[in-house]
């Protein structure tokens, strides 16, 4: 799941300023979850936006604000979203390019929100961040747990020499992960793995932007909105 939050209100009416009507995209999927970009927020954004002079034209709540054929659909569909002088997403960045790459390019597309990781969901309301997307995973040598990620150094070869009682000495409030990665493996009898040396992160796996095109492309027809 993507992990939001809300961009400074103050900073969106400044970006809206010489906009008279605005339409407005939820999510009601990642956003939803972290309470900033579900109805509840979606009513609260149009109430804030009428007061400050700002007619909202309309609201869309997609299922997943990431999927362009959803988007597709509510500009088909929704007369007030190709009339307003913008479109404001309560979504991840994701969710934004989508509409943005929708809309027409005259019609400004803008970010409520901020993105900040995919995270795992604990339960509701509790979200840790297990795995930054590197593109090559190592979690196969080190019981699960990410040294990529949950090492704020992002130590691939075993522990810095900061560790105290097992802390980690950036996140004090975190056991060191690989503390953790040594326990786990351990437990299963895999210890061997830790003597092993790693190279250095290739990077080059992860260079963005990333893409994977498990069909032919749509025909230009049919992209049309
Ligand atoms: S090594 Fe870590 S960051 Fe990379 S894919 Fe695996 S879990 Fe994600
Ligand atoms: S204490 Fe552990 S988790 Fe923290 S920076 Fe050092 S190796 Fe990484």
């Known amino acids: 799941m993507i992990i939001t939050k809300k961009k400074d209100i103050g900073k969106l009416l400044d970006a809206l300023k010489e906009k008279k009507s605005v339409y407005l995209f939820g999510c009601d999927s990642c956003a939803e979850q972290c309470a900033t970009g579900g109805q509840k927020e979606l009513d609260e954004m149009a109430r804030i936006l009428k007061d400050n002079g700002i007619e909202v034209l309309g609201s869309s709540l997609p299922e997943e604000t990431c999927y362009r054929q959803l988007i597709l659909k509510e ?15 309560l979504a991840c960045g994701a969710g934004v390019r989508t509409v943005a790459d929708v809309a027409e390019e005259e019609q400004p597309v803008l970010p409520a929100l901020d993105s900040l990781f995919l995270a795992t969901v604990e339960r509701v309301g509790r979200f840790f961040e297990g795995c930054s997307l590197c593109g090559e995973c190592v979690l196969i040598e080190t019981g699960g747990i990410c040294p990529h990620t949950e090492c704020p150094k992002g130590l691939l070869n075993g522990p810095c020499g900061g560790v105290v009682d097992g802390m980690c000495e950036v996140n004090i409030d975190n056991e060191c992960a690989w503390v953790r990665i040594y326990n786990r ?39 049309k909105k």
């Open 185 to 223: 493996l351990k437990k299963q009898d895999r210890l061997h793995l830790m003597k092993k040396i790693s190279a250095p992160k290739d990077h080059s796996v992860g260079m963005r932007p990333r893409k994977i095109l498990l069909r032919e492309p749509a025909r230009k027809a049919d992209r």
């Open 75 to 89: 500009y088909r569909t929704q007369e007030g979203l190709k009339k307003a002088d913008a479109v404001l997403v």
